[in-house]
C-alpha cells in the first residue's frame, strides 16, 4: 500500500526565514510526487509535478526536489501570503488514484 | 489547465436528509474524482466517477451513501445519502490529466446538524 507521510506537522516562521518541508514516501512504482498549496476552506492549488529522482522544480520563492524516498519543498526568503497547508500526493503506476500525505501548515509572522 | 466549478460552495443540512454536489469543468475531460476532506485531515478518494458506467468506490465508501454520475465528459454530480453529523466534510472533485495530475475544484463545505 502507498503511503506518504509529511512533516513537521505545522511549521512556524518569520517573515525571511527560510526552511525546508519533508514529503517522504513509500510506493510500488512512482509514477509522479505532486504539491498543492490549500488555503483554508478552499480546494488544493497545483504547485509541481515531479517524475524522476533528481528533479527540481521551481516556481517564484518555492523549490521542489526529488530523491527515491523523499521530497522537499524549500520556502525561501517567505512572506505571509505563502502562510498555507501543503500537501503532498503520490501517484503509482499500478492506477490513477493519488495517496496524499496530512500536509504541512505553515504560517509566516510578518 | 482546466476550471472547475462546484456547487454548491456550501450548505448545512439537517440528519437524514440528502445533498447532491455538482462539478462542472469547461472542457472534456476523462478522469473526474470525488474526494472528502472531513476537518482538519487530508484528502480520501471517495470514488472515480466513469463517463458512462458506474463509478468505481474506494474501500469504505458505497454507491447507496455517495451515488455519483457522469453523464458526459464535463459534468459530474456527488450525492452525500441519508447524511449524520460524520459526514461533515469538505467534498471536493477533481480531473485528471494524461501526465497523472489532478486539478481541483474549489471545494463545497458541508455541514450537518
Known amino acids: 500500500e502507498d503511503q506518504v507521510t509529511q512533516s513537521p506537522e505545522a511549521l512556524r516562521l518569520q517573515e525571511g526565514e527560510s526552511s525546508s518541508l519533508n514529503c517522504s514516501y513509500t510506493v510500488s512504482g512512482l509514477r509522479g510526487l505532486f504539491w498543492y498549496r490549500q488555503d483554508p476552506g478552499k480546494g488544493p492549488e497545483f504547485l509541481f509535478t515531479l517524475y524522476s529522482a533528481g528533479e527540481e522544480k521551481e516556481k517564484e520563492r518555492l523549490k521542489a526536489t526529488l530523491t527515491k524516498k523523499e521530497s522537499f519543498l524549500h520556502i525561501t526568503a517567505p512572506k505571509p501570503e505563502d502562510s498555507a497547508t501543503y500537501l503532498c500526493a503520490v501517484h503509482n503506476f499500478g492506477n490513477e488514484k493519488l495517496t496524499f500525505g496530512t500536509g504541512t501548515r505553515l504560517t509566516i509572522i510578518p | 489547465s482546466a476550471v472547475i466549478s462546484q456547487k454548491p460552495s456550501r450548505d448545512i443540512c439537517q440528519r437524514g436528509t440528502s445533498l447532491t454536489i455538482q462539478c462542472q469543468v469547461d472542457?472534456?475531460?476523462?478522469?473526474m474524482f470525488w474526494y472528502r476532506q472531513q476537518p482538519g485531515q487530508s484528502l480520501t478518494l471517495i470514488a472515480t466517477?466513469?463517463?458512462?458506467?458506474?463509478?468505481?468506490?474506494e474501500s469504505g465508501f458505497v454507491i447507496d451513501k455517495f451515488p455519483i454520475s457522469r453523464p458526459n465528459l464535463t459534468f459530474s454530480t456527488l450525492t452525500v445519502s441519508n447524511m449524520s453529523p460524520e459526514d461533515s466534510s469538505i467534498y471536493l472533485c477533481?480531473?485528471?490529466?494524461?501526465?497523472?495530475?489532478?486539478?481541483f475544484g474549489p471545494g463545497t463545505r458541508l455541514t450537518v446538524l
Open positions: 472542457s472534456q475531460v476523462t478522469m
Open positions: 466517477a466513469n463517463q458512462g458506467s458506474e463509478a468505481t468506490y
Open positions: 477533481s480531473v485528471g490529466t494524461s501526465r497523472g495530475e489532478q486539478f
